[in-house]
């Protein structure tokens, strides 16, 4: 079964303008969770889609956005990038369903590692 | 809310020693706790994860973690450092889905030979 894929893997953008990163989670997955890995900060949660719908948010401004397509495949959109806005950011995809907490899972892809110049 | 905090952002040991690696957690309601570990470049792997049940959980390559909910703690060890385990490693924790984990400030491991 094929990974987490994340494209592109490397990225260099500049003040002002916007990215955006996709994520192919594993088949079956439902579950698509963004997080952004800086030296300072370390992993912080960005947000969780299930099901096409944004299931749980962590504290980021509204330049970051995301979304879900039917496929379970997921993009995260940074508007008006700032020099902080530089990290790794990484996708996770997991099942999903609360019910099968115990037993879900997250694999993370490889990341997308973005600089802001 | 929850929130984990790992002992020790950089720990050294030298090849064939005991890996020990201090995660301790806060939780309001019982928790779902995992490792992982990041090599260079790459995501994030899982190590192990408690959930419930046994406290003492065996993950991949030789390292375990034990759950103790009194001194709300899940340290990783392992037996015999060997020197593929150098890489950072992670303490999560979860209290809905895994889709929703909050991690610790990350342990870098150090294996000197």
């Known amino acids: 079964k094929a990974g987490v894929t994340q494209t592109p893997r490397y990225l260099i953008k500049t003040r002002g303008q916007q990215v955006t990163l996709s994520c192919s989670p594993i088949s079956g997955h439902r579950s698509v969770s963004w997080y952004q890995q800086t030296p300072g900060q370390g992993l912080q949660f960005l947000f969780e889609?299930?099901?096409?719908?944004?299931?749980n948010k962590g504290n980021f401004p509204g330049r970051f956005s995301g979304r879900q397509f039917s496929n379970s495949r997921s993009e995260m959109n940074v508007s008006t990038l700032e020099l902080g806005d530089s990290a790794l950011y990484l996708c996770a995809s997991s099942l999903g369903h609360l019910a099968g907490a115990l037993t879900d899972t997250q694999y993370f892809g490889p990341g997308t590692r973005l600089t802001v110049l | 809310a929850q929130s984990v905090t790992q002992l020790g952002s950089h720990v050294s040991v030298s090849e064939g020693a005991l890996v020990l690696l201090r995660c301790n957690y806060s939780?309001?309601?019982?928790?779902?706790l995992f490792w992982y570990v990041q090599y260079p470049n790459q995501g994030l792997q899982l190590l192990l994860k408690y959930t419930t049940g046994a406290t003492l959980v065996k993950g991949i390559n030789g390292f375990e973690a034990e759950f103790k909910k009194s001194e709300t703690s899940f340290h990783l060890t392992k037996p015999s450092a060997h020197m593929s385990d150098a890489a950072e490693y992670f303490c999560?924790?979860?209290?809905?889905?895994?889709?929703?984990?909050?991690f610790g400030d990350g342990t870098t491991l150090t294996v000197k030979p």
């Open positions: 999560a924790v979860s209290v809905t889905n895994a889709g929703k984990s909050t």
């Open positions: 889609y299930f099901s096409e719908t944004q299931r």
């Open positions: 939780s309001s309601v019982p928790p779902y």
